[in-house]
């Protein structure tokens, strides 16, 4: 099947900072990508859904200020967590569409474990 | 969009087959129905993905009946690995994807 990869894998940032993770189809072109956040022992919440060379759309109670993305390839989008906080510690994850005959599928990445001291 | 509703939990002994039911009575005529697998940690994997009567891979069946408001996922004899959240998706082929709260399986030896 399609994979997809994310890194980095896991960060560690002091409050304040950004942070910037990358979610790559590394054998299918994506036009369109989603990203995910998980809290602990919690089901996976849509954050936005990002489409190749256009603006990301996001979901309500999202901040597009705080979480900044970035599809400018057809194999690349980018999550930047800006300012981050402790609040802000999840597992983010990432996952892109692919047309395959009749279905189309997401294939997720294996997410980045993302905790703000 | 359609909500989906999964037992929280089940458990199952190892080699026996465990189905395990999602309800979507809401269900539109253009929705897929899609089973994901997930452990701790790691990102969602597909299982299996159908539109209606039944579809077979190597690892699951998902059985759909004709009014299409409910899906069973089966699983052949389950192994300790098969411990993990399956989640039930329902959406236009393309579009998001809105978890519910998945079923917790957990498979004793």
């Known amino acids: 099947g399609a994979v997809v990869s994310q890194h980095p894998s896991w960060v560690i940032c002091k409050s304040g900072t950004s942070v910037k993770i990358e979610c790559r189809s590394l054998d299918f072109q994506a036009t369109t990508m989603f990203w995910y956040r998980q809290f602990p022992k919690q089901s996976l919440m849509l954050m936005a859904t990002?489409?190749?060379?256009?603006?990301?759309?996001?979901e309500q109670g999202v901040e597009k200020d705080k979480f900044l993305i970035n599809h400018a390839s057809l194999t690349l989008s980018t999550l930047t967590v800006t300012s981050a906080h402790p609040e802000d510690s999840s597992f983010y994850i990432c996952s892109a569409r692919a047309a395959s005959g009749t279905y189309n599928e997401q294939f997720f990445g294996p997410g980045t474990r993302l905790t703000v001291l | 969009l359609a909500k989906t509703t999964q037992p929280i939990s089940m458990d199952s002994y190892e080699g026996q087959e465990v189905n395990i039911t999602c309800s979507h009575n809401?269900?539109?005529?253009?929705?897929?129905i899609t089973w994901y697998q997930q452990f701790p940690s790691q990102g969602p994997r597909f299982i299996i993905q159908g539109y209606k009567t039944k579809v077979t891979n190597e690892v699951a069946s998902l059985f759909i009946p004709a009014d299409r408001k409910s899906s069973t996922l089966s699983l052949p004899r389950v192994s300790l690995s098969d411990t993990a959240v399956y989640y039930c998706?329902?959406?236009?082929?393309?579009?998001?994807?809105?978890f519910g709260t998945g079923t917790s399986l957990t498979v004793i030896p």
């Open positions: 990002s489409n190749e060379g256009s603006k990301a759309t996001y």
């Open positions: 998706l329902v959406g236009r082929s393309g579009n998001q994807f809105y």
């Open positions: 809401n269900i539109a005529t253009n929705d897929y």
